[in-house]
């Protein structure tokens, strides 16, 4: 079986729910800061909240590839090379973020071209339909599960709309925001609820062929 090759793996799924959790921690900071920033006058700093917290995430995804390579082995790989695209491309606006902040920098929009923006956006939204559709098609996790995984590809493809048709309200980016933190939190709290669940039984769930 291709999890054998997995076997040394479990932290990285263990840890799954974890980054999920505090990748959606960091995206309630974001939509704090794009509400502060929609409803009053205050000073706000940068926000350094929602490219990391977008990292964060995507790693959790790793907690869950070891399953879908067992049982959606064509789907994972094509999800595997989205996942790394997207996560190292989070994590070079991560760093942009950070130096920004430090003042080392002048913005994220003075060093980062507008592709590399696209690059990212686009290898974030089929990182989280892959791997959506592969968690649905296996009975590892609840149906749940798969529906809140494509849940952050779904608002990213609703931001790139937003910015596509010119609407962009300060309210329209709290929603997303908060959209992105509820369903990253929601997802963590799903995971780790079936993996206490499994470790009380000592069992996970089965496997289908895809």
Not at 39 to 46: E, K, M, Q, R, V
Not at 56 to 64: M, N, S
Not at 110 to 119: K, R
Not at 152 to 169: K, Q
């Amino acid at each position: 079986m291709v999890r054998n090759t997995f076997s040394n793996w479990n932290w990285v799924e263990q840890w799954g729910s974890t980054l999920f959790l505090l990748g959606g921690l960091l995206m309630a900071g974001h939509a704090t800061l794009s509400g502060i920033r929609a409803f009053t006058d205050l000073a706000t700093p940068p926000d350094v909240f929602v490219a990391t917290g977008h990292f964060v995430a995507l790693v959790g995804l790793l907690g869950l590839f070891p399953a879908i390579a067992d049982r959606t082995p064509t789907t994972a790989r094509a999800a595997g090379a989205a996942l790394v695209v997207a996560s190292a491309s989070w994590f070079v606006m991560s760093v942009t973020q950070l130096l920004a902040f430090a003042d080392v920098v002048a913005s994220l929009v003075a060093v980062l071209p507008a592709s590399f923006v696209v690059v990212v956006l686009g290898s974030t939204i089929l990182t989280y339909g892959l791997f959506g559709v592969a968690a649905l098609r296996v009975d590892t996790w609840s149906r749940r599960v798969g529906v809140l995984i494509l849940a952050p590809g779904g608002l990213t493809v609703a931001l790139v709309v937003r910015s596509i048709t010119g609407w962009t309200t300060p309210v329209g980016g709290v929603a997303i925001g908060g959209g992105l933190a509820l369903s990253m939190l929601a997802l963590g709290y799903s995971l780790r609820t079936m993996d206490d669940r499994s470790r009380l039984h000592g069992t996970r769930g089965g496997a289908t062929s895809g």
